[in-house]
């Protein structure tokens, strides 16, 4: 399990969508804006916003389950999960665009593009990879840099459960916090 992770508070979330642009941005080549848009393979997001009751915008993205229904479905074993800890990762390389990982997950985040990294296929498995190489230089993922409102933010898991926890004891005693 992910020590820290991508906390989704979809009730803050405004719909903006500037974390799906700078998800894009942080997995293009260029990692800048202004060149990425004009780069051969655009780069897309991994996080993804969806549209709710009273349209309301719902941000959902890879919650890198263990075990991880996408990557047991995966036949030629392109997600993996010894690239970061806690992480399941798409390997381009190795991805056959079969669609398996995408009819297993039950989060509906896996989507389908070509890739700088996959050079000749016409689409591979695109997913949240966590930011990996951002938070192994000590940013936050690109999403909740982007995220100005708190939807998204990067926290200790078990310290948010806890808040949770505390949030619920408050509620069946009838306090708000």
Do not use: W
Not at 53 to 78: G, I, S, T, V
Not at 130 to 135: A, L, M, N
Not at 155 to 160: I, Q
């Amino acid at each position: 399990m992910l020590k820290k992770t991508v906390i989704v508070r979809p009730e803050l979330c405004v719909g903006c969508m500037q974390c799906m642009i700078r998800c894009a941005e942080a997995h293009s080549q260029t990692k800048a804006l202004a060149s990425a848009i004009r780069e051969d393979i655009l780069a897309k997001p991994r996080i993804h916003i969806g549209v709710g009751p009273e349209k309301k915008p719902f941000p959902n993205k890879c919650r890198h389950c263990e075990p991880a229904p996408c990557q047991e479905a995966c036949m030629p074993a392109a997600i993996r999960s010894d690239v970061a800890e806690g992480l399941k990762i798409v390997d381009p390389a190795r991805c056959i665009s079969c669609g398996m990982c995408a009819m297993a997950c039950p989060y509906y985040v896996i989507r389908f593009y070509r890739d700088k990294d996959a050079p000749g296929h016409p689409s591979v498995a695109v997913k949240c990879d966590g930011c990996f190489e951002r938070v192994a230089a000590g940013d936050v993922p690109a999403c909740v840099a982007a995220c100005k409102t708190g939807a998204l933010t990067f926290e200790d898991v078990n310290l948010y459960l806890k808040e949770g926890t505390n949030r619920l004891a408050h509620a069946a005693y009838g306090v708000r916090s």
